[in-house]
């Protein structure tokens, strides 16, 4: 689990463009749209704020207007990243990035006071279908493979408490989730924070070829069909290169602690 030993260079930085497109999400209560762009930078959320808010967790998504930004049929949304996403077999699954939406588990059992159980189904999940784009440079876009690349705001549904830099197993189906509870959600995702995982590997040029990139320093997500809310974008660090990290904050914690003593 990461939490304030998180990077800020492992999210997204800047946001490059948006156009909310055409029935993004609206507050039922004021009308005003989710149409707040630089809710996707940074990390994604661990806790929604307010009376009704809580820990995110696979069956409390993120709803808030201040959370999410929305994507509607013929928009899009382009972010930019403080450090390059590079592509390495190594990682996890061969996820170099996650994105990261509003998507949750369906409670079939009735009980949302804590023991909750679900079928697999999803609440709040983009039905259309998107297209992922990655660039080096921001003048050269290639596709990721359509079919490789998920749909983005579907699986796997936000869990406050895990690493938002480790992928989830994407072999895993929303039947693997049938029956389980939070703790079993937990299991299935063996630590990682969720989201929908991508590979550089997969780019594809105009003509539908195979373009070997070796990083990306934006990426461009495009709502075809359907409707999709974005929290944020997460880099999968090099295997090793976060444990270093973790332990660097450690030792400097630990020498500012002798020093003040």
Request: glycine letters at 16%; charged letters at 15%; proline letters at 6%.
């Amino acid at each position: 689990m990461l939490s304030a030993g998180t990077l800020a260079a492992d999210f997204a930085t800047s946001v490059i463009g948006y156009n909310p497109g055409v029935g993004f999400a609206t507050d039922f209560s004021t009308g005003a749209g989710y149409t707040n762009a630089l809710t996707a930078l940074g990390e994604p959320s661990r806790v929604t704020p307010g009376l009704f808010g809580g820990p995110v967790d696979p069956f409390n998504p993120p709803y808030l207007r201040e959370q999410v930004v929305s994507i509607g049929v013929g928009g899009s949304l382009t972010l930019g990243f403080g450090t390059p996403i590079q592509n390495r077999a190594g990682n996890p699954f061969g996820v170099d990035f996650i994105i990261f939406g509003n998507s949750g588990f369906v409670i079939t059992n009735g009980d949302f006071s804590g023991g909750g159980i679900t079928d697999g189904s999803l609440f709040s999940a983009n039905e259309g279908t998107t297209r992922v784009s990655v660039s080096a440079d921001n003048v050269n876009w290639f596709t990721l493979d359509p079919s490789k690349a998920s749909v983005a705001d579907t699986l796997f549904p936000t869990d406050g408490v895990g690493s938002f830099t480790q992928p989830v197993n994407p072999s895993l189906k929303a039947s693997d989730f049938a029956g389980l509870d939070l703790a079993g959600i937990r299991g299935r995702y063996a630590g990682a924070g969720g989201g929908t995982g991508y590979d550089l590997s997969w780019s594809l040029d105009d003509a539908g070829n195979h373009v070997d990139l070796s990083a990306a320093n934006f990426i461009r997500i495009e709502v075809l069909t359907g409707r999709a809310e974005i929290d944020g974008v997460s880099i999968v660090p090099e295997p090793g290169v976060r444990t270093l990290a973790l332990l660097g904050v450690v030792v400097i914690a630990f020498a500012r602690g002798r020093g003040r003593s």
